[in-house]
């Protein structure tokens, strides 16, 4: 991955590169606020040279014409090489993004090697020709649907979860025979920039998969708009996801976005809150609650809301906090010192709007990681729906505490949102629990549990959050063109009546 200079290259064309421009960007650690490493810049340029080489290689047919067969066997063998490299993934996933390694060694990485298992075992099994019913009218003819794949990819990815969120659009654009251009978030993009080296390893073709991390204002733009480009995959804000539909349209490219969130999660009056109480905690907090889909607007019947508060923060102050590489951290930093600014003011928001602070709500330096970006964990009460910091997406590890009278009032809170990612509900009764689910107007709703996402089932947005859905068989039709075939079975010219439905083409 590393350059002469010991710069990370961008990855093209099989081939660790610097950019065009020399220019280089650097990549901190939140956890102490320092540069760990450098990594070429991509621009315009880059870019354009990476959709060449995915798009030679995609005409040339080393990948898009293989067998699925053939396909599914890389794809395995890029399960076996992540686990090879588990521990300098891991390292690189925790330096760049601030991820505990303790959730990252025991669920990030074996959920991208069981992504890659799946969709091998997916693109086995997926209906690449399909035969229609044979009818006897007009005339008799052999029709079928085959699936091709899209042609060069584009990926743009969010830097939360750098690693599952890039390999959700790798695993199935390669599975589905496409090339592909993948542009990191800047924040993190090591663990992406890895992938090109593991892919290699495991017998992927050169310029199949490019990896071009640089600024979403230059290189990002560029691989929204390229005309050479088919198809686009985004990950990130709702606003960079509009803007990505522009850039889009100029070629109408195929479009999906998995945007921004602000799930409801209700808890019932009959919940069991043993596991309801630190399960609502899971649901915020995970990744500091830098989560598209994370529970951030707990919805509390007035009768318990007393007691969840009062035992969410007895939950919440026993949280360790501070170096993210240590295995009894429970959370360490949020991104970067913007993302901890933007965080605070939303603090403050939530004060200078009436809700009341229960918890947190400050910054944090812990002993040995002062420079870091770490801020405590908080919980707000007294908010109504109308509040910013319960009607934005925080990206931080904020509680919007909201009180309802009834089912119907919970319901009524729970969709007034321009989102509609992920949603949940706490209760005993499992009638009531699917009655919500359905009432639920999001795309994944849990009852009784909160992000548990699996590779074979689809992800993705209602309203505002998103276009489409990764994951699952749902996740690769994403990444294939439908084609009818129509074979016409009749020899005799006088049999084709249809044709004399145009007069001039009697003879
Ligand atoms: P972001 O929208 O700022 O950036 C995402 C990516 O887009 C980055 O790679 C960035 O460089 C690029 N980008 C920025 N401006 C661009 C432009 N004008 N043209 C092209 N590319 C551009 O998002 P983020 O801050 O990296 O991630 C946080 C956001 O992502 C949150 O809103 C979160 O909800 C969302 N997210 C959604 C999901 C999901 O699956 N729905 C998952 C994770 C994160």
């Given at each position: 991955m590393f350059l002469p200079s010991g710069v990370y290259g961008l990855f093209v064309d099989g081939q660790y590169i610097e950019s065009v421009s020399g220019e280089t960007f650097d990549v901190i650690d939140p956890s102490m606020g320092f540069a760990v490493a450098q990594v070429a810049k991509g621009g315009a340029e880059d870019i354009d040279r990476a959709v060449k080489a995915a798009r030679s290689s995609f005409e040339s047919g080393v990948w898009s014409r293989v067998s699925p067969k053939e396909r599914a066997s890389v794809l395995d063998n890029i399960a076996k090489k992540i686990m090879e490299y588990a521990e300098q993934m891991a390292l690189l996933e925790v330096q760049s993004s601030g991820a505990t390694i303790r959730r990252v060694m025991s669920s990030d990485i074996m959920l991208v090697v069981d992504l890659f298992l799946q969709m091998a075992n997916f693109t086995r099994d997926f209906p690449h020709k399909e035969p229609l019913a044979a009818i006897p009218l007009p005339g008799p003819s052999h029709n079928f649907v085959i699936r091709e794949p899209v042609g060069v990819c584009g990926a743009i990815s969010p830097w939360n979860f750098p690693l599952i969120l890039g390999c959700w659009k790798i695993a199935p654009g390669l599975a589905m025979g496409n090339s592909m251009v993948v542009k990191p978030a800047s924040y993190t993009p090591l663990s992406t920039l890895l992938m090109g080296q593991i892919c290699k390893e495991a017998g992927l073709p050169d310029g199949v998969l490019n990896i071009v991390p640089g600024p979403g204002s230059t290189a990002g733009e560029t691989l929204a708009s390229?005309?050479?480009?088919?198809k686009i995959a985004f990950t990130g804000s709702t606003v960079v996801g509009r803007r990505i539909m522009q850039l889009a349209a100029g070629t109408i490219k195929k479009v999906t976005l998995e945007l921004g969130g602000k799930s409801p999660n209700i808890i019932l009056e009959d919940a069991d809150l043993d596991i309801a109480v630190p399960g609502s905690c899971f649901a915020f907090l995970l990744h500091n609650g830098q989560v598209c889909e994370s529970g951030t607007r707990l919805l509390v019947p007035q009768k318990l809301h007393d007691e969840v508060v009062e035992r969410m923060c007895h939950v919440i102050g026993r949280l360790k906090v501070g170096n993210p590489l240590d295995l009894e951290t429970d959370l360490g930093p949020v991104i970067s010192a913007q993302q901890l600014e933007t965080v605070l003011s939303y603090i403050e928001a939530g004060k200078q709007d009436g809700a009341k602070l229960m918890v947190g709500g400050k910054r944090i330096r812990p002993e040995g990681f002062e420079e870091g970006y770490y801020v405590e964990p908080t919980v707000f009460t007294n908010?109504?729906?109308?509040?910013r910091i319960a009607k934005e997406e925080i990206f931080g590890p904020v509680l919007s505490v909201i009180p309802y009278k009834d089912l119907d009032d919970a319901l009524r809170i729970a969709n007034d949102t321009i989102y509609g990612l992920a949603g949940g509900v706490w209760t005993k009764d499992p009638k009531k629990g699917l009655e919500v689910a359905r009432a639920i107007k999001a795309g994944t709703v849990w009852i009784n549990d909160w992000?548990?996402?699996?590779?074979?089932a689809p992800f993705g947005g209602y309203k505002q959050s998103g276009i489409g859905r990764e994951l699952g068989h749902f996740g690769l039709e994403e990444y294939t063109q439908v084609k009818h075939i129509h074979q016409s079975m009749v020899q005799d010219r006088q049999r084709r009546f249809w044709y004399d439905r145009i007069v001039t083409l009697k003879e």
């Open positions: 390229h005309p050479d480009v088919d908010v109504n729906n109308d509040m992000h548990l996402l699996r590779n074979d």
